[in-house]
C-alpha cells in the first residue's frame, strides 16, 4: 500500500488563506497523484485533532472531508497524536552567564507520529507532503519528505511530480 502523510495549512491551504476552504487546484492535484499512484491518504496535519484539541472549529474539519469526498478522495487514517513536550537546555557562557531555553522534543512531533504510524501498518512506499519539517531525518523519514517550497501558494505540480517520483520507489522504514 502506497501513503500520502498530508498536511493542510501550507499544502492544501495556502498560508493566508480568509477562510478554511480548500482551494479546488489543491484537491485536483491530489487526486491526480492519489490516482498516478494508487495511493491513500492518511492526515498527518493538526486538522485531526480537533475534536480533542480543538485547535480548528469542528465545521473546518468536516469542510474539509466534505470537499474530498466530492472528489472521491477519503482520508484512509490519522497518525497517532503525540503530547507535545518540551526539552529545557541551559548554557554557560565563557563568562559564566547561564543561558536557558525550551526547545520541542523530537519524539513528541510530527516526524515521530509518521514514524509510529509506520511501524504499526505494512507500507510499499509513502510521501511525506508538509511545508514543515519536523525532524524527519532523526526518524529516517527524510528522503520521502516534499517540502512544499511556497507555503503561501501550497501543492503545486512540482511537488506532485516529486512526491510521484518519491512513491514509485520501494522503501524499507527505518526502525527508531
Given at each position: 500500500m502506497k501513503i500520502i502523510f498530508l498536511d493542510i495549512d501550507g499544502v492544501m491551504l495556502p498560508i493566508g488563506s480568509k477562510d478554511k476552504l480548500i482551494p479546488e487546484d489543491k484537491i485536483l492535484l491530489l487526486k491526480g497523484l492519489i490516482e498516478e499512484t494508487?495511493?491513500?491518504?492518511?492526515?498527518?496535519?493538526?486538522?485531526?485533532?480537533?475534536?480533542?484539541?480543538?485547535?480548528?472549529?469542528?465545521?473546518?474539519?468536516?469542510?474539509?472531508?466534505k470537499s474530498l469526498k466530492k472528489h472521491e478522495i477519503e482520508i484512509y487514517d490519522h497518525t497517532p497524536a503525540k503530547q507535545i513536550k518540551t526539552i529545557k537546555r541551559q548554557l554557560v557562557t565563557k563568562s559564566g552567564m547561564t543561558i536557558v531555553n525550551y526547545v520541542t522534543d523530537p519524539n513528541s512531533t510530527r516526524g515521530a507520529e509518521i514514524s509510529d504510524w509506520l511501524k504499526?501498518?505494512?507500507?510499499?512506499?509513502?510521501v511525506i507532503l508538509d511545508d514543515q519539517d519536523f525532524y524527519f531525518d532523526l526518524f529516517g523519514l527524510k528522503d520521502n519528505f516534499v517540502k512544499i517550497n511556497n507555503p503561501y501558494m501550497g501543492l503545486e505540480q512540482i511537488d506532485?511530480?516529486?512526491?510521484?517520483?518519491?512513491?514509485?520507489?520501494?522503501i524499507k522504514v527505518r526502525e527508531k
Open positions: 494508487d495511493s491513500k491518504v492518511v492526515l498527518s496535519s493538526t486538522w485531526r485533532l480537533n475534536a480533542n484539541r480543538k485547535f480548528y472549529e469542528d465545521e473546518d474539519y468536516e469542510n474539509l472531508v504499526e501498518n505494512e507500507t510499499s512506499s509513502f506532485v511530480e516529486q512526491a510521484k517520483n518519491i512513491l514509485n520507489v520501494k
